[in-house]
C-alpha cells in the first residue's frame, strides 16, 4: 500500500481522561481534537474537565483508493477524523492510526480495536479537498440491461 500514498501530514491526537460514573471502569476516554485545530483556548478548557494525554508525530496518510470515502467524508455534515488505537493492560489506549476513511475506521472496529473520532479541523479539510479535488475520478453511472426473462416465442 506504500506505493499508493499520495499526501500526508503530521498531526498530534488530544485525548482527554475523565472519571467514570460506571462501578466497572475508572476512566472514559474520548478524542477531544487534534493539533493542528485546537487553540490554547480550547486546550485550557477541556483541562479543566479531566486529564489531557498528547500523542505527538502521528501520520495521516492519504491514498489514491480511498478517494471515494475522502469523499463521503467531505460532503457529510459533519466530516470526521478517527484514531484507531488499541488499549494495554492499565486500559490506556495506544494509538495504531489515524484516518479520514471512515470505511477503514469501521474495518478495524469489527476487528475489536477501539475507534475514537472528533471534528476534522479546518485547515485539515481544506488540505483533504484538495487532495479529493485533485485525485478524485467518480465513476460513471451504468445503465443496467433489463434481464430478458422469455425469448419472446410465448404468446399469451
Same mark, same amino acid.
Given at each position: ?70 469523499? =463521503?467524508?467531505?460532503? +457529510? /455534515?459533519? &466530516? ?11 486500559? #490506556? ?20 480495536? =477501539?475507534?475514537?473520532? +472528533? /471534528?476534522? &479541523? ?11 479535488? #485533485? ?22
Amino acid at each position: 500500500m506504500q506505493q499508493n500514498i499520495i499526501d500526508k501530514k503530521t498531526i498530534s491526537a488530544v485525548m482527554l481522561q475523565q472519571e467514570s460514573s460506571h462501578p466497572w471502569a475508572d476512566s472514559v476516554w474520548t478524542l477531544a481534537g487534534v493539533i493542528p485545530g485546537l487553540s490554547q483556548t480550547q486546550l485550557s478548557q477541556l483541562e479543566s474537565t479531566g486529564k489531557l494525554h498528547f500523542w505527538p508525530n502521528l501520520e495521516l496518510q492519504l491514498h489514491v483508493l480511498h478517494c471515494d470515502a475522502y469523499y =463521503q467524508n467531505l460532503v +457529510s /455534515a459533519n &466530516p470526521q477524523l478517527y484514531l484507531i488505537s488499541q488499549q494495554d493492560d492499565s486500559n #490506556t489506549p495506544s494509538p495504531l492510526l489515524v484516518t479520514v476513511d471512515f470505511d477503514e475506521a469501521a474495518s478495524y472496529m469489527e476487528t475489536g480495536a =477501539q475507534v475514537f473520532y +472528533s /471534528a476534522l &479541523p479546518a485547515a485539515l479539510i481544506s488540505w483533504l479537498e484538495a487532495f479529493v479535488l #485533485t485525485h478524485y475520478r467518480p465513476e460513471k453511472p451504468k445503465k443496467r440491461q433489463r434481464k430478458k426473462w422469455h425469448d419472446g416465442s410465448e404468446s399469451r
